[in-house]
C-alpha cells in the first residue's frame, strides 16, 4: 500500500511540475512588438493601426502588437532599423538601396504602403508662389527648397529635376529639411521658396490662392514605389507567423479604409492623429484623388527597379542593387489568401 501511495504522489508530483512548465511557457509567450516608423499620414497608414475599428486587426495582442514610431523620413528610420530601435520602417526605395550597400543591412521588404504618380492617382506637387519670379526649375537658382527628411524619396525627387536641369543642390540653390506640417506655412513665411506639399496642404494652397505648381512627384521620378515596409531579414524569418497575422489584419483594414461608405469614420480617425478637422480628409483621403495603395500590399518590384536605376542613372545614387532579392512577397500572399 505504502509503495502505491508513494507511486502515486510521484505521479502527482510529475504532473504538477510539468503544468508549471507549461503555464510559465504560455505565460512567456508575449506577443511579438513590432515597432514600425511614419512620419505623415495619411501618407503612412501606421498611426491609423491602432484606431482600427474592432474586428478588424483579430490577432492584435494574440500573436503581434504594433508600436507606431514617428521619424521624419527614411534616412533617421534606416538609421533606427540597424540600431535595432525599430523593427520597420515607412522606407524608400532609395533608402533600400543605402541600407544594403552603404549600412551593409540584410533588409527586406515585405509590404507596398503607398506609391506615388501612379496613373489614374494623385502626384504630390512641389509649389511656389505665385508673381515670386519662379516659373521653370532654373527659377530656383539662389533660392531654398524644402524637403521632409534627407534620403527619402522627396529628396530624390528634387535632386533628380535638379540633375536633369544641370543645376547642383548646395551650389545653385540650397536644400532645408522641415516637417510636412510646416512646409506651406514656411512657404506663406517665405522661410522657403518651394516647398512639397502632400495633401491636405495643397489642397489648401490652391483654396487660399497665390500659390502654384512647379512640377510633381511624376515629373521628377515617373510612378514610385515611394513607401514599403523594410525590416531586417533576421526579424522576419524569426517572427514570420506574426508577421503573416499582422499583415492579415492590415490587408482587412486597407479594404475597410478602400471603401468610400466608411469616408467619414476614416475621416475621423485620421484626425484623431493630425490633430486636424476630419472634414480636411473626407473628400479625397484613401479615394483616386490620394496616393496608391495596393489592397494586397504588393509591391511592384520592376517600378522600385527602375527607380533605383534613374536615380542612379543621375548620379543620385552611386550603386544599385537587384531589389528582388530584397523583397519577400509571399508573406502578403499568404495574407491575402487568407480573406479569399
Not at 500590399?297 to 534613374?310: F, G, P, S, Y
Amino acid at each position: 500500500m505504502e509503495e502505491n501511495m508513494l507511486k502515486r504522489l510521484t505521479l502527482t508530483g510529475l504532473l504538477s511540475a510539468a503544468l508549471v512548465i507549461i503555464g510559465v511557457g504560455v505565460a512567456s509567450a508575449e506577443p511579438v512588438k513590432i515597432r514600425i516608423q511614419w512620419s505623415t499620414t495619411p501618407s503612412h497608414m501606421t498611426p491609423l493601426i491602432p484606431l482600427a475599428p474592432k474586428g478588424i486587426y483579430k490577432h492584435w495582442g494574440k500573436s503581434y502588437v504594433v508600436e507606431d514610431v514617428r521619424m521624419p523620413g527614411s534616412g533617421p528610420a534606416l538609421q533606427a532599423i540597424a540600431a535595432g530601435e525599430i523593427e520597420f520602417g515607412g522606407l524608400s526605395a532609395q533608402a533600400l538601396t543605402m541600407g544594403v550597400k552603404r549600412a551593409k543591412l540584410d533588409l527586406r521588404v515585405i509590404a507596398q504602403v503607398m506609391s506615388t504618380g501612379v496613373e489614374g492617382y494623385n502626384a504630390t506637387p512641389f509649389m511656389v508662389r505665385e508673381n515670386d519670379g519662379i516659373n521653370t526649375f532654373k527659377d530656383l537658382k539662389g533660392r531654398v527648397a524644402a524637403i521632409n527628411a534627407f534620403g527619402g524619396t522627396v529628396d530624390a525627387a528634387l535632386r533628380a529635376m535638379a540633375a536633369r536641369e544641370g543645376m547642383k543642390p548646395g551650389t545653385d540653390f540650397q536644400i532645408v529639411e522641415v516637417r510636412m506640417a510646416a512646409m506651406l506655412s514656411a512657404l506663406e513665411s517665405k522661410r522657403v521658396d518651394m516647398a512639397f506639399l502632400v495633401t491636405p496642404f495643397n489642397l489648401i494652397a490652391k483654396r487660399k490662392g497665390g500659390y502654384k505648381v512647379l512640377f510633381d512627384m511624376r515629373d521628377a521620378l515617373g510612378p514610385t514605389e515611394t513607401v514599403s515596409w523594410i525590416g531586417k531579414a533576421s526579424f522576419v524569418e524569426k517572427h514570420r507567423a506574426a508577421l503573416v497575422d499582422f499583415l492579415e489584419d492590415n490587408l482587412r483594414y486597407r479594404k475597410w479604409l478602400d471603401d468610400p461608405k466608411n469616408k467619414q469614420a476614416r475621416a475621423e480617425i485620421i484626425a484623431k492623429v493630425t490633430k486636424r478637422p476630419a472634414k480636411n480628409y473626407v473628400a479625397w483621403a484613401f479615394t483616386h484623388e490620394d496616393n496608391y495603395r495596393d489592397p494586397d500590399a504588393m509591391l511592384d518590384v520592376e517600378r522600385m527597379q527602375k527607380n533605383i536605376n534613374d536615380l542612379n542613372r543621375l548620379g543620385i545614387l552611386k550603386e544599385t542593387i537587384e531589389v528582388s532579392k530584397y523583397v519577400d512577397m509571399s508573406l502578403a500572399k499568404e495574407a491575402a489568401a487568407r480573406l479569399k
